[in-house]
Each structure stands twice: as C-alpha cells, then as structure tokens.
C-alpha cells in the first residue's frame, strides 16, 4: 500500500474546513457549483462521480482521487466500473495517468475494506 486514501481524505476535510472558514463566499459558491454539477439529471451521480474520478487521475490530483473514490463509491460504483474508468482515464492521459490509475485503483480497495469489512 503507497498511501492511505480513506485518512487523507480525513485530513484534508480538516484542511478543507479552514479554506472554507478563511474564504467563505468563495467556498459557498464552489459549493454550489459542485451541487450543481453532481445533481443528477441526464447523468446520474455515480457516472458523475467516474467521470470526476477520471478526471482526478488525468490531471494527476491525489485529493481529488480519495474524495471522487469515496464518492463513486457511495453512489454504487463497482470495481469493474472503477476499471473501465481508469482504462478512459489511460487514454486520455497516457504513462502518467497509469501510475494515477493504479492509486486510485488502491483508494477504492481501501475505502470498499472500511465500508464493507471482511
């Protein structure tokens, strides 16, 4: 295991918490953004959550990865969605986004053990 995905999650919702404290308008009109884009519609939230998580791995976000993860998960994605995600993911964004695909890959494996332990 590289990383533990489900504590930084954790940690950056702490961290998360003092931007939104320091910038309030600003994070109450990210807020409403992401409400916006994630509502279902002629998507629903789990085919949000694996295009984010997509994009997560492409544009090479850790963060993004641990919350888009947790995120698709909860909303009913399997690991074989998460797969065919990532492969999406490797064509768009080639070598580098491989060793992303693997992490995220492992955030799902961990955030899935802590959501339905053996």
């Not at 984010?52 to 074989?80: N, P, Q």
């Amino acid at each position: 295991m590289n990383k533990d995905w489900p504590q930084m999650a954790s940690d950056l919702t702490g961290a998360i918490k003092e931007v939104r404290l320091g910038t309030p308008e600003v994070m109450k009109a990210f807020s409403a953004m992401a409400q916006a884009a994630t509502k279902p519609g002629a998507l629903d939230a789990k085919t949000k959550e694996l295009i984010a998580l997509a994009i997560s791995v492409a544009i090479r976000c850790d963060g993004c990865i641990a919350f888009h993860t947790k995120a698709a998960l909860s909303h009913g994605a399997a690991r074989d969605e998460i797969m065919e995600t990532m492969g999406m993911a490797l064509y768009m964004g080639a070598g580098p986004s491989l060793m992303y695909a693997a992490q995220a890959v492992e955030a799902y494996d961990q955030f899935a053990a802590v959501q339905n332990p053996a």
